[in-house]
């Protein structure tokens, strides 16, 4: 704490400093709550999503190796156009959520092409959409995560410096303006005795 003036203006100053921060905290304490909720709703996210991904790359082995001795080139139609991303806002924090991802038309010869080719597309994109899920769940992740140390910071600064710190100068300033009245009390009395006692030696003269 730095040096506190020790006058009636500091002392109106740190009190109103003390509701304010003391108004402030539970709005911070429960956005670090909803951060923190939220945080571990992604994760289950994330790990839903992963574990469909392995299952769909485990799946797809069996295409990868009827592709390979086919020699069919696949990859033009593997490619999205675009990645649709929206936005989720939690506790004043925005984080990017997963829409969906578009491909390109597939184009080829339905007579000369295997059969297997239109499943063999269908699974291929899943995969690739939910890697770009995967992706997405995890920056969002990240950026609560960012966040979550940020409000946990400003939690900590209120509850362990900033309030201890206007508590404790309020009462040193409020120890001293007390101490101020009880002395300027005594000098008051004091010189009214001095009065009083000049007056008595004057009148007995």
Same mark, same amino acid.
Request: glycine content about 6%; aromatic content about 6%; overall charge positive.
């Given at each position: 704490?730095?040096?506190?003036?020790?006058?009636?203006?500091?002392?109106?100053?740190?009190?109103?400093?003390?509701?304010?921060?003391?108004?402030?905290?539970?709005?911070?304490?429960?956005?670090?709550?909803?951060?923190?909720?939220?945080?571990?709703?992604?994760?289950?996210?994330?790990?839903?999503?992963?574990?469909?991904?392995?299952?769909?790359?485990?799946?797809?082995?069996?295409?990868?190796?009827?592709?390979?001795?086919?020699?069919?080139?696949?990859?033009?139609?593997?490619?999205?156009?675009?990645?649709?991303?929206?936005?989720?806002?939690?506790?004043?924090?925005?984080?990017?959520?997963?829409?969906?991802?578009?491909?390109?038309?597939?184009?080829?010869?339905?007579?000369?092409?295997?059969?297997? =080719?239109?499943?063999?597309?269908?699974?291929?994109?899943?995969?690739?959409?939910?890697?770009?899920?995967?992706?997405?769940?995890?920056?969002?992740?990240?950026?609560?995560?960012?966040?979550?140390?940020?409000?946990?910071?400003? =939690?900590?600064?209120?509850?362990? =410096?900033?309030?201890?710190?206007?508590?404790?100068?309020?009462?040193?300033?409020?120890?001293?303006?007390?101490?101020?009245?009880?002395?300027? =009390?005594?000098?008051?009395?004091?010189?009214?005795?001095?009065?009083?006692?000049?007056?008595?030696?004057?009148?007995?003269?």
């Amino acid at each position: 704490m730095g040096k506190i003036k020790l006058t009636k203006g500091e002392l109106k100053k740190q009190r109103d400093s003390l509701r304010q921060y003391e108004r402030y905290l539970p709005t911070l304490q429960l956005k670090k709550q909803q951060l923190q909720l939220e945080i571990l709703h992604q994760i289950g996210l994330l790990e839903e999503r992963s574990l469909s991904l392995r299952a769909k790359e485990r799946a797809a082995e069996a295409w990868l190796g009827l592709l390979a001795e086919s020699g069919l080139d696949l990859k033009p139609n593997l490619l999205p156009e675009t990645i649709s991303i929206g936005a989720k806002n939690i506790a004043g924090v925005d984080i990017p959520t997963f829409l969906r991802a578009d491909f390109i038309f597939a184009e080829y010869d339905l007579f000369v092409t295997p059969l297997w =080719v239109d499943a063999t597309i269908e699974s291929l994109r899943a995969m690739i959409a939910l890697r770009e899920e995967v992706k997405v769940v995890e920056r969002g992740i990240d950026i609560l995560r960012h966040e979550l140390r940020i409000t946990t910071q400003r =939690v900590n600064l209120f509850e362990k =410096v900033k309030i201890p710190e206007a508590k404790e100068a309020v009462r040193l300033i409020k120890i001293y303006l007390g101490d101020q009245m009880s002395n300027a =009390v005594g000098r008051s009395k004091m010189a009214k005795e001095r009065i009083e006692e000049s007056l008595l030696a004057g009148a007995a003269l």
